[in-house]
T-cell receptor, first 114, second 114 residues
Framework: GESVGLHLPTLSVQEGDNSIINCAYS??????FIWYKQESGKGPQFIID?????DKRQGQRVTVLLNKTVKHLSLQIAATQPGDSAVYFC?????????????FGSGTQLTVLP | NAGVTQTPKFQVLKTGQSMTLQCAQD?????MYWYRQDPGMGLRLIYY???????DKGEVPNGYNVSRLNKREFSLRLESAAPSQTSVYFC?????????????FGEGSRLTVL
């Protein structure tokens, strides 16, 4: 069946480098995507979102890129800091029955090395 | 700002026991959700409530019941707990519905069923 997934379960980067976290989706009808950050023992926190009529959206130190042709979503974090160490989830608004709800991927663990 | 508050934060049950997880939000949001998170997996939607007085099943509703007590409160009940329900449960709320827009999550309730 269709699912939201991630290419890599773990990612390690040096402090100060840029991080790229990837996400593949297979539901071409999804029209909204969102990234969350989850620190250990805490609830997910919103990072950035993007609608399907956009290819790119920027926030503070983060950029989300959407490639609808290959059904790929990525989160770029500039100048990665130790506080960025967390699990990152992408989600898409898949149709579930008669309503759309956010469906989450399994997450990528980002570790920032000193 | 309290945001989304869940109680209890930790609970241990024996197989067959029942319990209710409580959730309250103070953001005047219309929609509320219950997700579960298992190791190595993303968040899976159990039930949601698009507005006061309505509830709908999500991806994994079996073994659970919910009550939208009022606009602020949304409870999740396990009538006869099973070890497969050992998980971390997150409550969330959002302004609207339709799978678009930020979900605000609580800190989670960690449940162990022996």
């Amino acid at each position: 069946g269709e699912s939201v997934g991630l290419h890599l379960p773990t990612l390690s980067v040096q402090e100060g480098d840029n991080s790229i976290i990837n996400c593949a989706y297979s539901n071409s009808a999804s029209d909204y995507f969102i990234w969350y950050k989850q620190e250990s023992g805490k609830g997910p926190q919103f990072i950035i979102d993007i609608r399907s009529n956009m290819d790119k959206r920027q926030g503070q130190r983060v950029t989300v890129l959407l490639n609808k042709t290959v059904k790929h979503l990525s989160l770029q974090i500039a100048a990665t800091q130790p506080g960025d160490s967390a699990v990152y989830f992408c989600a898409e608004n898949r149709l579930s029955g008669s309503a759309r709800q956010l469906t989450f991927g399994s997450g990528t663990q980002l570790t920032v090395l000193p | 700002n309290a945001g989304v508050t869940q109680t209890p934060k930790f609970q241990v049950l024996k197989t067959g026991q029942s319990m209710t997880l409580q959730c309250a939000q103070d953001m005047n949001h219309n929609s509320m959700y219950w997700y579960r998170q298992d190791p190595g997996m993303g968040l899976r939607l159990i039930y949601y409530s698009a507005s006061e007085g309505t509830t709908d099943k999500g991806e994994v509703p079996n073994g659970y019941n919910v009550s939208r007590l009022n606009k602020r409160e949304f409870s999740l009940r396990l009538e006869s707990a099973a070890p497969s329900q050992t998980s971390v449960y997150f409550c969330a709320s959002s302004v609207g519905t339709g799978g678009r827009g930020e979900l605000f999550f609580g800190e989670g309730s960690r449940l162990t069923v022996l």
